[in-house]
């Protein structure tokens, strides 16, 4: 009897791994944003991102830091302005995760994990970390880190570890980390009025710099 092929479980990569290293910037980076992940898997309903931050339909990102920096909502442009809007303002914008082990397309409980990004679930998988100690010691003009996530539990703090044991271990830099409220749209508990208006008030009480 012939036996079907057995599935392989296949990495799921980001989405934008070829800018994770920031290999897009030609300026001089002062604030760097690190969020988490983007799969790239074709199958997940609604990913559509163009770069980071990008499913706008759920997240507000890129209306809250023009908001913040007195421009116009930027929440329907393009990579290529939303580039620009980093360059005029000598911000970066990353990932925290690179890639996932042990991820299978075809399950459909590994794909409602990743693709939905169920935190309780996704630690089931082998993250490979973004090396974000190498992007700052190529970009020595950082000195603001923004953790759009304003709190962490255990598999996110491990994700940050290398990041944040480097920041200490390099007092000379002064970097300030700055772990800030969720540009989400579904993470409305709290807001009062315009959401992006309201989270962009939210990100200067939490001492987010124009640099």
């Not at 760097?32 to 706008?56: E, I, M």
């Not at 940050?160 to 409220?181: K, L, M």
Request: aromatic residues 12%.
């Amino acid at each position: 009897m012939v036996r079907p092929p057995v599935a392989q479980n296949m990495p799921c990569p980001h989405r934008f791994i070829n800018d994770l290293q920031l290999d897009y910037v030609d300026w001089e980076v002062k604030t760097l944003f690190v969020g988490t992940f983007n799969p790239d898997w074709k199958s997940c309903d609604n990913n559509y991102a163009q770069w980071f931050y990008g499913r706008v339909s759920r997240n507000a990102f890129w209306c809250i830091l023009p908001h913040i920096y007195g421009e116009q909502s930027l929440i329907n442009a393009d990579r290529d302005t939303w580039v620009d809007f980093c360059r005029r303002h000598n911000l970066a914008v990353t990932d925290i995760i690179r890639l996932f082990d042990g991820a299978d397309e075809c399950n459909p409980t590994h794909k409602n994990a990743i693709c939905k990004f169920r935190d309780d679930d996704l630690i089931h998988f082998q993250p490979t970390l973004n090396n974000v100690p190498e992007i700052l010691e190529r970009h020595e003009s950082i000195k603001q880190i923004v953790v759009t996530r304003q709190t962490t539990d255990t598999f996110w703090e491990n994700c940050f570890h290398d990041t944040f044991s480097w920041i200490h271990q390099h007092p000379e830099r002064e970097i300030n980390v700055r772990r800030v409220r969720s540009p989400s749209r579904i993470a409305r508990r709290g807001v009062v009025g315009d959401f992006c208006e309201f989270v962009a008030n939210k990100w200067i009480e939490q001492h987010y710099s124009l640099l």
